[in-house]
C-alpha cells in the first residue's frame, strides 16, 4: 500500500529556514515523479515543485530560488528545503506520487502546516 | 504559464441533479488535464486523468470530457457525499497549474 507521510512543519519567522520531509512506503520514491503542493488557509491548490524520476527537478516560480526539492534513496525520503520564507508560503504543505510514472499525482500525504509569522 | 479558470466558481445543487464544469486553459492542453475532489480538512482525491479516464475507486457518475482549452467534469447524478470542491490541473506544461476551484453546496 502507498503511504506518504510528511513531517518538519510548524510556526517560523519571516525569513527562516524549515525542511519538510515525506517518508514514502509501499513503493520506491526514485522511481516515481514527486510532487509538493501547497495550500493556503482558506484558498486553493498550488503546485510548488517536482522531482522527476531521472532528477531532474522544477519549481514554481512563487518559490525559485528558495525552495529546494530533494530526496533520500536510502531513507525512501522526499524533502523540501525552505529558505527566506515569506508570510505567503504559509500553507498546509502535500507531497505527493504520481498515479504511473509521469502521470499526474494520485496519491497524498496528509500534509504539513507550515505558518509563517513573526 | 498556462492559466485555467473554472466556471463556475460555486454552485449549489440538489440530490439527483447533473453538474458541470467547466475548465478553459489560456491555451490548448489537448487531453492533459485531470481533475481532483477536495472535501473540507481532507486531502485532494483524483478522480479524473487525461481528460476522461476514471480513476480506479471512482464512481461511474464522474466523467469527464473535452479537448484543447474547454474541459469539463460532469456529475450524472449528484450524491450527498460528492458536496466538495473541485480542481482542474492541466498537466500539459510544467508548471502543472491548477483552476482556482469550484465549490459545489447543496441547495
Known amino acids: 500500500e502507498v503511504q506518504l507521510v510528511e513531517s518538519g512543519g510548524g510556526l517560523i519567522q519571516p525569513g527562516g529556514s524549515l525542511r519538510l520531509s515525506c517518508a514514502a512506503s509501499?513503493?520506491?520514491?526514485?522511481?516515481?515523479?514527486m510532487t509538493w503542493v501547497r495550500q493556503a488557509p482558506g484558498k486553493g491548490l498550488e503546485w510548488v515543485s517536482v522531482i522527476y524520476s531521472g532528477g531532474s527537478t522544477y519549481y514554481a516560480d512563487s518559490v525559485k530560488g528558495r525552495f529546494t526539492i530533494s530526496r533520500d534513496n536510502s531513507k525512501n525520503t522526499l524533502y523540501l528545503q525552505m529558505n527566506s520564507l515569506r508570510a505567503e508560503d504559509t500553507a498546509v504543505y502535500y507531497c505527493?506520487?504520481?498515479?504511473?510514472?509521469?502521470?499526474?499525482?494520485?496519491?497524498w500525504g496528509q500534509g504539513t502546516l507550515v505558518t509563517v509569522s513573526s | 504559464d498556462i492559466q485555467m479558470t473554472q466556471s463556475p466558481s460555486s454552485l449549489s445543487a440538489s440530490v439527483g441533479d447533473r453538474v458541470t464544469i467547466t475548465c478553459r486553459a489560456s491555451q490548448s492542453i489537448s487531453r492533459y488535464l485531470n481533475w481532483y475532489q477536495q472535501k473540507p480538512g481532507k486531502v485532494p482525491k483524483l478522480l479524473i486523468y487525461?481528460?476522461?479516464s476514471l480513476q480506479s475507486g471512482v464512481p461511474s457518475r464522474f466523467s469527464g470530457s473535452g479537448s484543447g482549452t474547454d474541459l469539463t467534469l460532469t456529475i450524472s447524478s449528484l450524491q450527498p457525499e460528492d458536496f466538495a470542491t473541485y480542481y482542474c490541473?492541466?498537466?500539459?506544461?510544467?508548471?502543472?497549474?491548477f483552476g482556482q476551484g469550484t465549490k459545489v453546496e447543496i441547495k
Open positions: 487525461a481528460a476522461s
Open positions: 509501499g513503493f520506491t520514491v526514485s522511481n516515481n515523479y
Open positions: 490541473q492541466q498537466s500539459y506544461s510544467t508548471p502543472p497549474t
Open positions: 505527493a506520487r504520481d498515479l504511473a510514472v509521469a502521470g499526474p499525482p494520485a496519491y
